[in-house]
């Protein structure tokens, strides 16, 4: 099917229409003249300083063989043509038909219009058309880029090259490799067709499915695209270039891959800032780390991504954040993950709920490390709220706190610093009551868990502690000051995950 696509595209370009032309004959001048049969066909052998006129073209050559009968002629050896344009050709060989006004021009064929140059071997060219065709290899070079592929059509009253099979273009500080090309040396625009790459001098690679690419106005657009660097993969349905501002803008199923980890980010539209290394990924925007058995999400307004010294170490996501992983959900305002030490930091109101633990504080830190939640920091007015099967509300509250947890997220202890409070009740299982509500304050303490259940507290600084009787508890004492149970704000997979809400799975990547 290639093939045919070529040979169909390549007979509509040459074909034109012969009706209606006016024979012009050809005259000529030369130091020498002789009469030969060639095939028992008269020919006028022409020797020395050799020039053939046809209307506005001028032919000149070391030497030529002119059939008078079919008005057409050869001629060898330092062949050049000028045009009614001003454009030169020159080569070693030349057939030309004064009738169709076509010349075949062989070995080392040079076409020149202005700052334009076209080289190749084989060049058939189409005077009043002002269209060659070359194949097995050509070249065109301007005051900007320098172009070659295996064959090519230029019209040279339109400043419109096309380019087909193994199209390379050299740029000022790039290479571009396209299946086939159309080339305007005007307003240096080159559109591909087909499968496109392009290395860049700092080593940033380029796949597309076709696209426009305008030098004179710093503006690129590419189709089915992909960006890659050391540090990361950018792909998208489109993408659009400004080269001034060095800025990329990514439009449609957005997908930023960091190499050397886990980590997607996917979203509706992105911008890549080449000049400061920044990515900011939004409409949809959704961080996904592919992790055994589970996979962790990150949904937000915009996320961006800073790739700093060659490096890709961190992610910001900001407005609307939510995450979601089996048995650790989470929302807040805004996000910084670094990367390298899969450390989040959780900013503004942060919350997160752990089984059936609602954990808070003005900052919430923790590593995801392989598929676990490997240790949380809780930073400033620190609580944690837990409901037991009675729904009675066991709390933690302090300064700040640091939370470890076992392979499978549930915690597994509790280290609290500073102005340290507790509440939570004893039961009794067999009966299904309540034995009493334990109080007790502490500056620092230490909670240690089994399956998400209180074992034991350890007291540093003079605890003070009581217990209250079922019969004694009032209303004041079943609360600390600030709690705030907002189990109904957990946000479920559909809430962050976009694709899901649509009912479209991707595939793993």
């Not at 900052?363 to 609580?383: A, E, G, P, Y």
Request: net charge negative.
């Amino acid at each position: 099917m290639k093939f045919n696509y070529y040979f169909l595209f390549f007979l509509t370009l040459i074909s034109f229409n012969l009706s209606g032309q006016k024979k012009e004959k050809i005259t000529y001048k030369a130091d020498e003249l002789k009469f030969r049969r060639i095939d028992k066909e008269p020919v006028r052998k022409l020797i020395g300083n050799v020039i053939f006129i046809q209307g506005n073209t001028e032919i000149k050559c070391d030497s030529a063989n002119f059939y008078n009968r079919k008005n057409t002629l050869e001629a060898f050896g330092n062949i050049l043509i000028t045009n009614s344009d001003s454009s030169t050709i020159n080569a070693e060989l030349l057939i030309y038909d004064g009738e169709t006004k076509s010349a075949k021009l062989r070995k080392n064929v040079i076409y020149t219009k202005g700052d334009e140059q076209i080289k190749t071997n084989n060049l058939d060219y189409f005077i009043d058309e002002k269209k060659g065709f070359f194949f097995n290899e050509g070249e065109l070079k301007d005051e900007t880029n320098t172009l070659t592929s295996n064959n090519g059509i230029f019209y040279g009253n339109k400043d419109l090259s096309i380019f087909y099979v193994d199209v390379e273009l050299l740029g000022e500080d790039y290479k571009l490799n396209a299946d086939s090309m159309t080339y305007n040396s005007t307003t240096k625009e080159a559109i591909t067709y087909g499968y496109t790459e392009i290395l860049s001098d700092d080593s940033l690679y380029i796949e597309s499915l076709g696209g426009s690419f305008t030098q004179d106005s710093n503006n690129s657009s590419l189709n089915s695209s992909k960006i890659e660097s050391d540090e990361y993969i950018l792909e998208a349905d489109f993408i659009n270039f400004d080269e001034i501002n060095s800025i990329y803008f990514a439009q449609n199923k957005v997908k930023l891959k960091i190499k050397k980890t886990d980590y997607y980010v996917l979203g509706d539209e992105g911008i890549y800032d080449r000049e400061n290394n920044i990515t900011k990924i939004y409409g949809n925007a959704l961080l996904r780390k592919n992790i055994a058995q589970d996979t962790f999400y990150l949904s937000s307004d915009t996320i961006l991504a800073l790739d700093s010294k060659n490096e890709m170490n961190k992610l910001f996501a900001y407005n609307n954040v939510k995450f979601y992983k089996n048995n650790f959900i989470g929302k807040t305002d805004s996000v910084v993950f670094f990367i390298k030490d899969s450390l989040l930091e959780m900013y503004n109101d942060p919350i997160i709920w752990n089984n059936n633990n609602q954990i808070s504080s003005d900052t919430i830190q923790f590593k995801l490390i392989d598929d676990k939640v490997d240790q949380m920091n809780l930073i400033r007015n620190s609580f944690i709220i837990s409901q037991d099967t009675l729904g009675n509300f066991n709390q933690i509250k302090g300064r700040n706190m640091k939370a470890d947890f076992y392979d499978n997220d549930f915690l597994k202890s509790i280290e609290v610093s500073g102005n340290g409070e507790t509440i939570y009740f004893g039961l009794n299982e067999e009966t299904n009551s309540i034995i009493g509500l334990n109080y007790i304050v502490c500056s620092d303490l230490k909670l240690n868990f089994n399956e998400n259940e209180i074992e034991n507290i350890i007291f540093y600084r003079n605890p003070k502690a009581k217990m209250i009787p079922p019969h004694e508890i009032k209303e004041t004492d079943l609360y600390l000051k600030s709690f705030n149970w907002r189990n109904d704000e957990t946000p479920n997979i559909q809430d962050v995950v976009f694709y899901f809400r649509k009912k479209i799975y991707l595939r793993n990547d």
